[in-house]
């Protein structure tokens, strides 16, 4: 079975602090992505990357960065947190760039940020 | 403004009967849609997919019904079962970009 595991199920700072949110993927998947999942916004895509130190925007990238260093891992990184990024955020891979094949994303169980 | 939109926020359901939960979309470069469900604490879990080619795919006691002339698509569940509770997401992809756009969910309640 696939597993993305998320460092951090439940995370509070305060605001300007540097956030940083881990996930690894023990699939070998190259493609690996970063979602929020706000109440009546439904996902939405930050980040990803088809493969490493690679990486291209999202929908909504602004006050985010990501790294790749290795193919199991991207970091999701919050440089100065404020609260309107308290959020779930979610992170996935999948083993096709082409979503339209296979349609399957893998998600970790979520991080619960909260920003004070 | 939304492309993929889910007009129920929620839905209750007894327990044996259909549940029917509705998507719909605006562009249509999509040919590519999918439900995932989500249980509370756990990440998003594929359920099932339908190309644009088709206007149905059935997969147990899920079946997804694509009406493209109306941008429409819903899951039909039958019967419904408790561990059916779930927040149910619909997801699009087409066009150049191969990224998913995502409704905003509905939460299915089965009544015992």
């Known amino acids: 079975d696939v597993k993305v595991t998320q460092s951090s199920r439940y995370l509070v700072k305060r605001t300007g602090e540097k956030v940083f949110l881990e996930c690894v993927q023990d699939?070998?998947?190259?493609?690996m992505f970063w979602y929020r999942q706000d109440p009546g916004l439904g996902l939405r895509l930050i980040y990803f990357s088809y493969d490493v130190k690679m990486k291209e925007k999202g929908d909504i990238p602004e006050g985010y960065s990501v790294s790749r260093e290795k193919k199991e891992r991207f970091s999701l990184i919050l440089e100065s947190a404020s609260t309107n990024q308290t959020s779930m955020y979610l992170c996935?891979?999948?083993?096709?760039?082409?979503?339209?094949?296979?349609?399957?994303?893998?998600f970790g169980e979520g991080s619960r940020l909260t920003v004070l | 403004d939304q492309q993929v939109k889910q007009n129920s926020p929620s839905l209750s359901v007894q327990e044996g009967r259909i549940s029917i939960l509705n998507c719909d979309y605006t562009?249509?470069?999509?040919?590519?849609f999918l439900w995932y469900k989500k249980y509370p604490a756990e990440g998003p879990t594929f359920l099932i997919s339908i190309s644009s080619i088709k206007d149905k795919n059935e997969d147990g006691r899920f079946t997804v019904f694509l009406n493209k002339s109306a941008k429409h698509l819903s899951l039909h569940i039958v019967p419904s079962q408790p561990g059916d509770s779930a927040v149910y997401f619909c997801a699009a992809s087409g066009g150049s970009n191969y990224q998913l756009i995502w409704g905003a969910g509905t939460k299915l309640i089965i009544k015992p």
């Open positions: 699939m070998d998947h190259e493609n």
């Open positions: 562009n249509s470069m999509f040919d590519y």
């Open positions: 996935a891979s999948s083993s096709t760039r082409n979503l339209d094949t296979t349609g399957e994303l893998f």
